[in-house]
């Protein structure tokens, strides 16, 4: 039954990673170098989150949806969030960013960012404030622990 179990997971897996993207996508992933990356984190008003994902990465898959919808209901409040794939190629990324139609921007830094940037797991979210870590949280966590965390953060953006 385990096996069975697995092979049906490998394979909606596996169709959702080579499934094509729609031709219009709204929300292109766009290639980001580390000057990129150092350029995001020195937002100054309010907190940034900086999501480590992979297309590959099934709690990464479930939390995205998640992230989105927090990024609608709080982005007029000051949010500010946005993803980093470290997949192999942005296509890898893209055809998740279209199924799942995320709204925030969505960059592709591929493995070399998680060496620089010590990420060794993922997903793997990073609170930055005034261009420093205040926070790692490393793992998949529940809609009611982002949801606590992005609302005390934009409360302390200003207004």
Not at 55 to 68: F, G, Q, S, Y
Not at 69 to 97: C, E, H
Not at 116 to 129: D, R
Not at 137 to 143: E, H, L, N, P
């Amino acid at each position: 039954m385990n096996a069975l179990k697995t092979v049906l997971f490998l394979s909606l897996s596996t169709l959702i990673l080579i499934s094509p993207a729609p031709a219009n996508s709204q929300n292109k992933v766009i290639p980001i170098d580390s000057s990129g990356i150092k350029e995001l984190m020195n937002s100054k008003d309010c907190p940034l989150l900086i999501v480590a994902t992979a297309a590959w990465c099934a709690p990464c898959r479930e939390e995205l949806p998640v992230l989105n919808k927090m990024y609608l209901k709080y982005k007029d409040q000051g949010l500010k969030l946005v993803a980093i794939s470290l997949d192999l190629a942005a296509s890898d990324m893209q055809r998740i960013v279209d199924k799942i139609d995320i709204k925030f921007p969505v960059y592709w830094g591929g493995d070399k960012m998680a060496f620089e940037y010590s990420i060794f797991g993922v997903p793997t979210i990073l609170v930055m404030k005034d261009g420093q870590v205040n926070e790692r949280i490393i793992g998949k966590r529940s809609d009611k622990f982002l949801e606590e965390k992005i609302s005390r953060l934009v409360e302390a953006c200003p207004p």
